[in-house]
C-alpha cells in the first residue's frame, strides 16, 4: 500500500510553467486548446506523483545540489521534484528543447 504525498509547488514551479505555456503561445503561435492540453497534462503527471512518487528517475543534471531530486517527463518538460516522508514538492518544470545545463542554475 502506497502512503499518499501532499502536492506542493514552489513559486520556482510555478512561473516555469507559466514560462513554457507563454513560450507556446506566443512563440509557437499554439491554440488556445493546445495550451489548455498541455497544462492539463503536467499538472496531472504532477498529481500521480502524489500516490507513485518513485515513478520519477534521479535528475543527474542536479546532483550536485545533493538534494535527491528526481524528474518525469511529460511530452517536452521535465518535472523536477523532491521528495520527502509526507510530500511531493515540484521544485520546476523545465522545457526540454532548452540546453539542459540551464537547468543547473
Known sequence: MSIKRELFFTNRALKSLRECLVF???DLEAPPS????????????????????????KEDFLNHLNQGHRRVIIGQYKIIYLLN???????DIFDCRQDPLKMKG
Open 34 to 57: 493546445a495550451i489548455k492540453h498541455t497544462r492539463k497534462r503536467i499538472l496531472n503527471k504532477a498529481e500521480k506523483l502524489k500516490t507513485n512518487p518513485f515513478i520519477g528517475q
Open 85 to 91: 516522508s509526507k510530500e511531493v514538492i515540484i521544485t
Open 24 to 26: 507556446l503561445k506566443e
